[in-house]
């Protein structure tokens, strides 16, 4: 086959562009919810490494809940384990009352709540920043030093061990 024969091919193939832009979207779906999911990692990495040096004060987990995740491309599906908490921050003499959100995945439900049902009512440290205590976090190696779950399986070593991100 020559160059000319090639090109009147192409010529002749009839170009579809909903066909086009539908395989399009089926490469630029998965490849954007990668790169979304690898800059959340990353900024919280970021930002777990940045608090470390913030002050801390004492918490209190307020409520628990466990949400499905969503299956992806089939990946196992994730478990996310929420819990909502509450701190105040001293400046001199006045006091000022704040609250947060932190979340952590789990391979499958049980082990999240059976997690969740360990920091019920109990009392965390929390970081939170300098001239805005407004903004908080919650540590997982503050978490895992005190309420870490016992592993069974090697699943739970991935999702459990402390410096290790699963996402």
Not at 13 to 18: G, P, Y
Not at 120 to 146: C, F, M, Q, W
């Amino acid at each position: 086959m020559t160059a000319p024969d090639i090109i009147d091919l192409v010529k002749r193939v009839h170009w579809d562009h909903f066909h086009f832009w539908g395989s399009l979207h089926n490469f630029v779906a998965p490849l954007a919810a990668v790169l979304v999911q690898f800059f959340r990692s990353w900024i919280k990495r970021r930002n777990a490494r940045l608090a470390q040096h913030w002050p801390i004060t004492d918490g209190q987990v307020q409520s628990i809940n466990v949400a499905t995740g969503t299956k992806f491309y089939g990946s196992a599906r994730r478990f996310n384990a929420t819990f909502k908490y509450s701190y105040t921050v001293r400046d001199g003499s006045e006091v000022s009352h704040y609250s947060g959100n932190y979340f952590r995945y789990f391979p499958d439900k049980e082990r999240a709540w059976e997690w969740l049902e360990l920091l019920k009512n109990k009392r965390i440290r929390v970081h939170y920043k300098p001239g805005h205590p407004e903004v908080s976090t919650v540590l997982d190696a503050d978490l895992d030093a005190h309420y870490a779950l016992p592993a069974r399986t090697p699943a739970d070593l991935l999702y459990s061990s402390p410096g290790i991100d699963p996402r």
